[in-house]
């Protein structure tokens, strides 16, 4: 039986990736399927070991990267012009907008820690300064065989969402 892991989940949108930018700055790590990644460690209360939240950016379904650039200098090309207002992003050699790149934004425990979902979303808020729109326990292990399986025609997001309980309301 695979393990249930709290996530929140964002729907992407230049106010998010700026947010992302501000708050917790260039991604550690970007992949060739267009996937961003940061890490943030969370300091608990003494005694207690850290928490370090994982935070990834996924691509849409068949991504497919700009031509003309590489996929580690994507993040940075899209930040340049959504910070110029551009709702077509000029990357490499094409006009793209962002949706085409991205579908949404997903928060996790990194190393399995036990957290509960409400205090996940509260700890995330307080980082990013946006709500998330869906919140729970998701089976990861499922849902990264699925997207392999379909070979990235799938959305991550969506499978995601289905998971997932939307959030009527920010977190107090």
């Given at each position: 039986?695979?393990?249930?892991s709290?996530?929140?989940v ?40 850290d ?45 793209r907008v962002?949706?085409s ?15 509960e ?9 307080d ?19 699925r ?26």
């Amino acid at each position: 039986m695979n393990e249930l892991s709290p996530a929140a989940v964002w729907p992407i949108s230049a106010a998010l990736v700026i947010s992302l930018d501000d708050h917790l700055g260039p991604p550690i790590d970007s992949y060739l399927n267009g996937t961003q990644t940061w890490l943030t460690p969370i300091e608990q209360p003494s005694g207690s070991d850290d928490l370090v939240l994982e935070w990834r950016l996924h691509p849409v379904a068949k991504f497919s990267l700009p031509t003309g650039i590489r996929h580690d200098d994507l993040w940075e090309a899209v930040i340049v012009r959504l910070n110029q207002n551009d709702e077509e992003l000029i990357i490499g050699q094409e006009s793209r907008v962002l949706t085409s790149l991205w579908d949404g934004l997903e928060c996790f425990p990194a190393y399995g820690e036990d957290l509960e979902p409400t205090a996940l979303s509260l700890i995330a808020v307080d980082l990013l300064k946006i709500a998330p729109t869906a919140l729970g326990l998701v089976d990861h292990q499922r849902i990264g065989s699925r997207w392999e399986h379909t070979q990235g025609r799938e959305s991550i997001t969506r499978m995601l969402l289905d998971e997932l309980q939307p959030t009527t309301a920010p977190p107090a």
